[in-house]
């Protein structure tokens, strides 16, 4: 993976300007919600994909946006990903209907059910790949589960809660070109159902799944596959597998991938008595294979292209017998980890959870590749709040120092982007408030935080209000608003008062007034409100109708020595005098008495 600062296609900035914009494109109604795509308008399949993908990134890809794309003549769609989406219905999908797809990912949506599929009717013959994964309500309507997709190759229904298990097999007969497989969190202790496929499979994914004894025999006898993950989460570890290894990657003679983190399949133990016990401890087999301490590797032919080991005693073997190794042990053990497993919730947390400790041991010798996988792991499960606070701890470790330079725009605007949105689902979560504000003092402010000031500043304000009586956060937070409204002009300055930085800083004075507390956070909000006022008279008549006069005679009677607070509230002082429209409010006794 090459990270480049390269400036974004012109197509693709087309693109983020049409979804920021909805009526260059769209037909809107009153509301603003696209009813259909201009009638003169054709966009090419790319960006047709594009505008339907990325807007369902931004989270608004909902029943009016699918509107757009019922004509196929207009917006023609091949690769369809709609993973995570909330907002969608069976009902919606019906866009989809005349679309002849190739790829489709309606994985993670809980309001759609079986019943959409009825709407690849026009993909019958070119879809390829389809992933219904994760879908809590997904009940088949009828028990004879089938799919009349005769060319698919590519099927993901790992986590199908609702699924009939007992008709499996009549999905896979009615799959004869399947190549690939996802029944990761099924009970599928029993593999017999996979007995129409075993000759076509090349991969098979087993994640999570209980598996008795009986059920290897049916891997073992499917020669053609090439990738096998049989991986668990560690909790759910079957101790005594190990012996199983041995035999798996004996029998499949075209095995390059193979993932068995968290379990017992490679645990260091040997089942084989003492036999060849030096060969075993010096990594060399007997029968000529390839390097390892892995006692069931023992006997590859050549190196797996992949190996997943993580929270295994095998990710500290001292020779590993893969090109590619995702595990918990080192740097590039952990870097392919958060690569391999970025759609594994439960399992990115622990590899994130492995970076942290990572990063208080070594300095790495990658970190901005870090910074890219977990601002991506961030962005993928914005909801998840153990992704959202072990990847902030990560980055505030990872970003040190950026303030220094202004390598990478590219690359800090998604950390920002990826900090933000994990603050803005869970409000309430101090850590991660708390991780988020610290990472973004690490940037340059406010340069860096120019493009995503209004968020930023919404966010930073909700911290105020869920967090009242956490100094260390609030003082954080009310550093950053002042950065950040300093350096913005005109209609900026007005927007950020609209949304309240005005009223709370107002609200942080009058609180401190009340404790008679003058501290850090105090001299910082009469200073934000100075820089918020600035030419802004909008934001000084805020200041006025808040009872802002009231608190500055307050803050100049209860703390008379405070020098560095005195100044702030004069620099306000001064914007305010300066709009004309209210000099009126300033020409009463106790106010000029004071300036006297």
Known sequence: MRLTDDPESLGDICVQYCLAHLGTFCVLDAAGLPLAIKPDICIPSQYSDKLLNWSNERGDADGPFLRVFLDPQQTRLRHVNLHGNEKISNQALSALRSHQLVELDLSCCPNINADCLQHLSQSKHTLLALNISGNMSFPWPHKDIRLDLPRLRVLNIGNLHGLPLNSLENLALSLSNLTSLDVSGLNVDDLSFLEPLKHNLSSLVLYNCSLKDQAYQMVMSMKALRHLDMSVLPERKTPGKSHLLSKLVHSLPALTSLDISGTSLGDMDSDSGSEDISDTQSGVEAGGGVRTTITGLQGLKQKLDFLGVVQTEAAGAEHIPAHRVAGHMTEQQVLTALQVYLDRSQMLAKCLTALFELLQAVDLQEPLQFVHLVAKAMRRHPKDPNIQVAGSAALYHLTKGWGKSCDYIKLRRITIQALTSGMEHHPTELTMQRNGCLTLCN????????????????????????????????????????????????EQKELVGRIGVVETMLKLIHERLNSKTCNEVMEIAWSTLWNITDETPLNCQMFMDGSGMDLFLSCLETFPDKQELHRNMLGLMGNVAEVKFLRPRLMQERYVTVFK
């Not at 493009?451 to 950053?480: P, S």
């Open 443 to 490: 940037f340059r402010i406010p340069e860096d935080l120019e493009f995503e000031y209004q968020r930023v500043a919404e966010v930073l304000l909700r911290i105020f209000t869920n967090f009242r009586n956490e100094e260390f956060i609030q003082r954080i937070a009310v550093y950053l608003c002042n950065i950040i409204v300093c350096q913005l002009k005109g």
